[in-house]
């Protein structure tokens, strides 16, 4: 199976690259107010709304200022877009093995990831995008 790995903070995440629709550079986020500290808002994508959410927000990372690197990744779920805002995209890649999640990842939620896949030179939190969107 294959991943689209990319990076927030200093760590790396990992999702199924069957769950990606494409990868888009930052663009203007127009803000919606009442919604959840971790939606930054919507935008218009080829005159579709998509929500775009940020993982900085919702692992506790401090948000840092938008640079080239930063990409929106949009995903499909339950019949809808969403754009989940990253540091960078590095590349699409496989793992040897993928281990079980332990229930805290460097304090973030266990539940979050359906396994950390193993690199040679790195671990990588493959994210399950049904517990990263459906949060309440």
């Known amino acids: 199976m294959q991943y689209v790995q990319f990076g927030v903070g200093e760590e790396s995440y990992g999702i199924r690259i069957a769950e990606v629709h494409e990868i888009i550079r930052m663009q203007e986020i127009t803000e919606i107010p009442?919604?959840?500290f971790y939606v930054m808002g919507v935008i218009n994508l080829r005159g579709k709304i998509i929500p775009v959410i940020?993982?900085?927000?919702?692992f506790s990372l401090d948000e840092d200022?938008?640079?080239k690197a930063t990409r929106i990744v949009v995903v499909h779920h339950q019949e809808e877009?969403?754009?989940?805002?990253v540091d960078r995209?590095?590349?699409?890649?496989?793992?040897?093995?993928?281990?079980?999640p332990p229930e805290r990842v460097g304090g973030i939620n266990g539940a979050y990831f359906?396994?950390?896949?193993l690199t040679e030179s790195e671990l990588v939190g493959i994210l399950k995008i049904d517990e990263v969107l459906l949060r309440d």
């Open 34 to 36: 009442n919604c959840q």
């Open 54 to 58: 940020s993982l900085r927000a919702l």
């Open 65 to 67: 200022v938008y640079s």
């Open 81 to 85: 877009s969403i754009g989940i805002i």
């Open 89 to 100: 995209v590095y590349k699409v890649t496989t793992f040897h093995d993928i281990q079980p």
């Open 114 to 117: 359906t396994g950390i896949g």
